[in-house]
């Protein structure tokens, strides 16, 4: 059970539009970047994965983007509705155990929630 292909990124013009215009917070293991769309979208929040070479070879790679997957399916809710995110996993991810990963998953979020709240009360 991963995440359905309605909530991937997948064109290379989606992956450049969050990655110019989209908010980020670093967060040790990997870097968000989020760019918010309509509150009032159906649609849930997408991801994309980045995972250079200088992460490790392909199993590390693919690994680590199952993980980010899993993460973001588990915590899906919690995101705000119509975002994009994506995830730019770094090269010391592997030191982290999956509960680590998601703790700074979250708290990555609940920053980028409050930065939500903030745009949509300016708007």
Do not use: W
Not at 16 to 25: K, L
């Amino acid at each position: 059970m991963g995440i359905p292909a309605s909530q991937r990124l997948r064109k290379q013009s989606d992956f450049q539009q969050v990655r110019s215009s989209g908010y980020c917070v670093h967060c040790g293991p990997f870097v968000i970047q989020c760019e918010f769309g309509e509150r009032k979208s159906a649609a849930g929040p997408r991801l994309g994965v980045i995972a250079s070479r200088r992460v490790g070879n392909a199993v590390k790679r693919n690994r680590g983007k199952r993980l980010v997957r899993e993460i973001f399916r588990r915590n899906a809710e919690a995101l705000p509705r119509g975002s994009r995110f994506v995830v730019v996993l770094r090269s010391g991810f592997d030191r982290y155990g999956f509960s680590e990963l998601e703790s700074h998953f979250t708290a990555a979020c609940a920053k980028i929630a409050v930065k939500a709240e903030l745009e949509g009360a300016d708007a």
